[in-house]
């Protein structure tokens, strides 16, 4: 599975901003993509989540002004955050969750990256 992230850029706070994840591959096994972002000094933090079955979950940090969506096939999945502020700075990435089944774990996950896109929010 191979992740390309695109959408960020200088934006001002308050302003949006709508980040895409493109993913190609064996994407038919994929179960969920997420974005997660880090902010310079700080460590990566998970902002939004959703399934193959279009479940979501948001960090509290952004719940109640961002949508994560897809597309029917989980091939692209989108991030739209409103009402930006600068602590939304950062490089985002996306990552998709592929469960396999192994002889130790019947449902075992493993993680793929994107390299991130760089969203700047000014004050």
């Known amino acids: 599975v191979q992740l390309v992230e695109s959408g960020g850029g200088l934006v001002q706070a308050g302003g949006s901003l709508r980040v895409s994840c493109v993913a190609s591959?064996?994407?038919?096994?994929?179960?969920?993509i997420a974005w997660h972002r880090q902010a310079p000094g700080k460590q990566r933090e998970l902002v939004a989540r959703?399934?193959?079955?279009?479940?979501?979950n948001y960090t509290d940090s952004v719940k109640g002004r961002s949508t994560i969506s897809r597309d029917n096939a989980m091939n692209t999945v989108y991030l739209e955050i409103m009402s930006l502020k600068p602590e939304d700075t950062g490089v985002y990435y996306c990552?998709?969750?592929?469960?396999?089944?192994?002889?130790?774990?019947?449902?075992?996950?493993?993680?793929?990256w994107g390299k991130g896109t760089l969203v700047t929010v000014s004050s």
């Open positions: 591959g064996s994407t038919s096994y994929i179960t969920a």
């Open positions: 990552n998709a969750e592929v469960t396999v089944a192994t002889i130790e774990n019947p449902k075992q996950i493993i993680h793929y």
């Open positions: 959703i399934t193959r079955a279009a479940s979501t």
